[in-house]
């Protein structure tokens, strides 16, 4: 398997990835919203999520 950011093989200790190197790399994408998880935007809050519910 290689390293999804380098492409380099994959160590164990770090697994996918190649180092502590990549591994943070990949986090910080996250972290920064590089990386998103498609949603439904147009979807209706639950009504205990709804700030102009009191």
Avoid at 24 to 47: H, M, N, R, S, V
């Amino acid at each position: 398997m290689a390293c999804p950011i380098c492409q380099k093989p994959a160590d164990q200790k770090y697994r996918p990835f190649c180092c502590k190197r990549c591994a943070d790399i990949d986090l910080g994408k996250w972290f920064d919203g590089t990386y998103t998880l498609a949603g439904d935007e147009d979807a209706p809050l639950a009504q205990d999520e709804d700030p102009t519910q009191h």
